[in-house]
């Protein structure tokens, strides 16, 4: 789906070469380090930034390449839950969940609404159906935008980072609600995750980003098993300063210089 | 009574440095200044020692770690030796990270008028894109979204009525009141009428509710854009497939040009009534004699260039608040500036297209 995809801020290169494949059915996990480029991955992957060489394929279409009604109808086909949810300020949580279907469906009002209340009951939200997002916690807006996300059924979720900010409960929920999508639908889901408890649930295969490139990208058990110091160190939640950090303050002031 | 003010000793034994007592951030400036002073001429040397201290903290070890750089940089020696326990703790809590490459200079002044140049041009060909999307989009109502063009209608219109009427009634008398004192010296009181009308109806009130618009509804504009821009619920938008122009550029910017003109109107005619009352309460002209008077001045022509005039202040005001809002990048500190920016572009836009069209009238009529 994603071929030798790179992508620049400006002068600074980002990601540098990533390929991705993603199978129908599959739920495929992007790790790596905080600031490595996983959201860039994600927004080169929905279309909303243009790669700097490389493409970007969904469910066989160039969405960058395509414009108007043929871009829109794929859109229509996949879902995003952004980082922070990015539910509309000024619409209640269920007008938020009906804006896809009002945009591209012909469906009565009164239909719309019974969609709306299943797709917040799959999430547990069905309390919030008249709240605006101001009005909700950080954890159950991001519940909130899954709904909203889901609202087309589309064949293909991508989700930055679900359980962010979620309780144990909550997002080992979340964890079965995509699996349930998956087994029930086929649907294919990349999430974006630091969750080790979520990733051993969900994952089916792993790319691991470092530095702009792919690490590892294998099945999650072999992902796992994978020798790489800053794999291996990730898995066992060495802390990074530990590893990384320079010479202490003793040894650079006795030693007499850094 | 509570222990005496920490306090921290420094004497000078031979080359060695004996520092005790507490060295933390209350003490650190004075630390500072003892290691100034007893610092190793060039070439020289100078042992630290800290087996007397009792306490240490961050700010302390910065301290050090200062006055050891200074030292390295005038080419002598610097350096610990012999460290008490509490001292050994904290200096080994504290990883130095590694050096990092000093951030680029400030760009050269040319350069910087190029990068601006270059930006500025990137900009209005956004602005002119933006403007080419929303007219075109404009100019087919399907796309219209009522309920929302309807909802900013009332913000931007029915809302402002109350402000907008009070503000032109005042400058109607203000006017008013001005031009009779001078009036008065040539008995031509009843001229008072014309002056008022025309002031009001050509200039005054156009320009006065346009910028009362641009306070109000065009930073609202900026703010609101901005606002999701940053937290991008915009992204989201382009995500399920939505035009962003066509779902919230399109109803604001309509409503927009509804709106200011309908108000300027009210304007024009609550400045005349300030008049009014000038002329009929004070200047004791009878209220037939204004009316008339100020019908008399006013071509139909005027009414209808004001209304004209405020549309494309109107127009300008929302694309320039769009062009601002839809800019924004970065947190939340962005949208205040971008608002504010946004509401200075549009008062200067104002001033620049009254000018304009003062010319033109003047040359047309
Ligand atoms: N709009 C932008 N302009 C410039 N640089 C950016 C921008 N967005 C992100 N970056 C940079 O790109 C890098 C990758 O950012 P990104 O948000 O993709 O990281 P991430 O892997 O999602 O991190 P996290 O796990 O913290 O969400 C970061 O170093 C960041 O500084
Ligand atoms: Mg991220």
Redesign the pocket.
């Known amino acids: 789906m994603v071929h030798d995809l790179v992508a620049r801020?400006?002068a600074?290169t980002?990601l540098n070469g990533v390929n991705l494949r993603v199978e129908p059915g599959e739920i495929r996990v992007i790790l790596?380090g905080?600031?490595?480029?996983?959201?860039?991955?994600l927004k080169h992957c929905i279309g909303l930034i243009p790669p700097a060489e490389g493409r970007v394929e969904l469910l066989g279409q160039p969405l960058h390449a395509l414009e108007g009604a043929a871009r829109t109808a794929l859109l229509t086909r996949i879902g995003m839950l952004f980082?922070n949810g990015a539910l509309l300020g000024s619409l209640t949580i269920g007008e938020n969940v009906a804006l896809p279907l009002e945009a591209h469906t012909d469906l009565s009002p009164a239909v719309i609404l019974e969609i709306v209340r299943l797709k917040l009951a799959m999430v547990e939200m069905s309390h919030a159906e008249h709240l605006l997002p101001s009005e909700i916690s950080g954890g159950m807006r991001k519940r909130a935008a899954l709904a909203r996300a889901m609202a087309l059924d589309p064949d293909l979720l991508f989700c930055d980072?679900p359980s962010a900010g979620l309780d144990p409960l909550t997002s080992r929920e979340l964890d079965e609600t995509l699996l349930r999508l998956r087994d029930r639908f086929g649907m294919a889901v990349v999430v974006?995750t630091?969750e080790l408890a979520s990733i051993e649930t969900i994952a089916d295969r792993v790319i691991f980003l470092s530095a702009g490139r792919p690490l590892a990208d294998d099945t999650y058990q072999r992902v796992r098993q994978h020798d790489h110091p800053e794999i291996s160190s990730f898995f066992a939640r060495v802390a990074a300063g530990e590893m990384r950090g320079g010479p202490s303050a003793l040894e650079v002031l006795t030693k007499g210089g850094h | 009574m509570s222990a005496p003010s920490p306090v921290f000793t420094a004497a000078l034994d031979g080359g060695r440095l004996c520092l005790g007592g507490r060295l933390e951030r209350a003490t650190a400036r004075a630390l500072s200044h003892a290691l100034e002073r007893h610092a190793p001429s060039p070439g020289g040397a100078l042992i630290v020692d800290l087996k007397g201290v009792d306490y240490m903290d961050s700010a302390a070890i910065g301290a050090l770690l200062d006055a050891q750089r200074r030292a390295a940089a005038r080419g002598s020696v610097w350096r610990v030796e012999g460290v008490s326990d509490t001292a050994r703790r904290a200096l080994s809590l504290f990883r130095l990270g590694p050096e990092q490459a000093a951030p680029p200079p400030p760009t050269p002044l040319m350069e910087a008028v190029g990068e601006g140049a270059y930006a500025a041009r990137t900009a209005l060909g956004d602005f002119l894109q933006l403007a080419a999307d929303t007219t075109f989009a404009l100019a087919d109502p399907r796309k219209l979204r009522l309920g929302a063009f309807i909802e900013q209608c009332v913000y931007m219109g029915s809302q402002a009525l109350p402000i907008v009427g009070l503000i032109a009634a005042l400058l109607g008398l203000t006017l008013a009141f001005q031009s009779a004192y001078q009036l008065r010296q040539f008995g031509a009181d009843i001229y008072v009428a014309n002056l008022t009308g025309i002031a009001m109806v050509r200039e005054m009130g156009p320009l006065m509710t346009a910028i009362l618009v641009a306070g109000r509804s065009g930073s609202s504009i900026a703010a609101e854009i901005a606002t999701m821009q940053v937290s991008e619920e915009i992204d989201a938008l382009k995500v399920m497939g939505l035009d962003p122009i066509q779902f919230l550029a399109l109803p604001r910017l309509a409503a927009i040009i509804l709106v200011v003109p309908l108000l300027t109107l009210m304007a024009d005619l609550l400045g005349v009534f300030g008049g009014y009352l000038v002329g009929v309460l004070y200047l004791d002209l009878t209220s037939g004699v204004y009316i008339s008077k100020t019908i008399e001045a006013l071509a139909p022509g005027d009414l209808l260039s004001s209304m004209f005039k405020s549309l494309i202040f109107g127009w300008g005001i929302g694309l320039i608040g769009l062009h601002f809002g839809f800019q924004a990048?970065g947190g939340a500190g962005e949208v205040g500036r971008t608002t504010t920016a946004s509401v200075v572009a549009s008062i200067f836009y104002l001033v620049i297209a009254g000018c304009f069209f003062s010319v033109l009238f003047y040359v047309v009529l």
Do not use: A
Request: contains cysteine.
């Open positions: 801020y400006g600074r980002i790596g905080s600031g490595c480029g996983k959201s860039t991955l980082q980072e974006v630091h | 990048r």
